[in-house]
């Protein structure tokens, strides 16, 4: 058996001694009642005088016991009342000067020492209370510092929830201590919901970095000098988009188990930036398989618009070779029949005709 435990015992066995007091009490009350409407006869006048003078003295002792009772239940409730204030006082010192020290205005340090002390004496308590009014003063000296502190937090935890901010930033102007403690709940609201739901973050965060990755990959597909590479980097391209594609099916299953166990525990749906979680997921799907699609299409009127020259060209080469609106056709002897040739071959003879000899230098 512990301390503890006996301490506990002993409670307990004080607040029912005090109620067997009150009903001790109350019982002799009673009997007092009863004697006093007794009648006194000559017989029983001694005897009914002496347990009056007894029972008197009884309820005399169990109401003095009973009030130093009172009394001590009063005074303990005093003193842990009293200690209640301090650590009441102690906790909103940390609590204020957690957001001076953030901006470097406090040594927190010191502030913890001061806070760690276990002593409810009067001096220790006007030592807190000093320290209090002094960080309440500063922090209404520098509320508009601390409110932007505040806000930056409370983005930083929206993204780390997935969340679209729906709070505006309220001018310097309406900055106020109210305010301060409201945005500060608001962090801690944050806070406190992502570690409740971490495993549904992390496991979304998992998520995104492979379906990220899925998207580079691609992109490093399409480009047209991925076959000069060497070291077997295609090979390990081609490894990890099957991993990526055989692990994001096992992601999600997991999301959705999840997703479904905090909407029936919560009542309510898990959103990514508005968006059901699991229909972002599938609206992401759908995005990608129609991103595959026009690229398959896009691919494809590219490799046509490349063939159609070609085809045209060729065309164009077979047409060139016909002449003055004919085909060229083959002589008897195999040999084209063109412009300037006979059909045994020969030379024509007006282009002999247009033909100068060529000029011989005289000589002098």
């Known amino acids: ?123 220790h308590y006007e030592v807190l209370s000093q320290e209090l009014q002094r960080c309440e003063a500063l922090r209404h000296d520098n509320l508009s510092i601390l409110i932007d502190r505040v806000w930056s937090q409370i983005y930083l935890w929206f993204n780390m929830t997935l969340q679209h901010s729906n709070m505006k930033h309220c001018k310097q102007d309406c900055a106020s201590v109210e305010l301060l403690e409201l945005l500060e709940q608001k962090v801690i609201d944050l806070q406190t919901f992502y570690h409740d739901h971490s495993d549904i973050f992390q496991l979304y965060a998992k998520r995104d970095e492979l379906w990220t990755r899925m998207a580079e990959l691609d992109h490093l597909a399409g480009e047209p000098t991925r076959y000069r590479n060497r ?17 994001l099916p096992e992601i999600e299953a997991k999301l959705g188990e999840l997703v479904r166990h905090f909407e029936e525990s919560e009542g309510r749906q898990f959103t990514v930036f508005n968006v059901e979680i699991m229909h972002k997921i599938t609206m992401d799907w759908e995005e990608y398989n129609q991103t595959k699609a026009n690229e398959i299409q896009r691919r494809k009127q590219s490799m046509f618009q490349t063939t159609t020259p070609r085809l045209i060209r060729g065309s164009s080469t077979t047409s060139s070779l016909v002449l003055n609106g004919k085909t060229p056709q083959r002589a008897k002897s195999g040999k084209l029949s063109a412009r300037g040739l006979s059909s045994n071959g020969s030379t024509s003879s007006s282009l002999l005709s247009d033909r100068k000899p060529p000029q011989r230098n005289k000589c002098v």
């Open 1 to 123: 058996m512990s301390v503890d435990t006996l301490c506990k015992i002993w409670a307990l066995k004080l607040v029912t001694f005090q109620a067997d007091i009150s009903s001790l009490l109350k019982k002799s009350k009673r009997l007092a009642e009863q004697l006093n409407n007794t009648t006194i006869n000559m017989e029983n006048s001694q005897s009914l005088t002496q347990d009056k003078l007894r029972l008197h003295e009884l309820m005399v002792h169990l109401t003095e016991e009973l009030q130093r009772h009172r009394d001590e239940a009063s005074a303990k409730k005093r003193l842990h009342e009293w200690q209640k204030s301090l650590d009441r006082m102690r906790a909103k010192i940390r609590k204020i000067s957690h957001t001076l020290g953030e901006v470097g205005l406090v040594d927190m340090a010191a502030i913890d020492k001061l806070c760690d002390t276990e002593d409810y004496s009067q001096p």
């Open 231 to 247: 070291g077997g980097q295609l090979l390990r391209e081609e490894k990890e988009r099957n991993y990526i594609q055989g692990k």
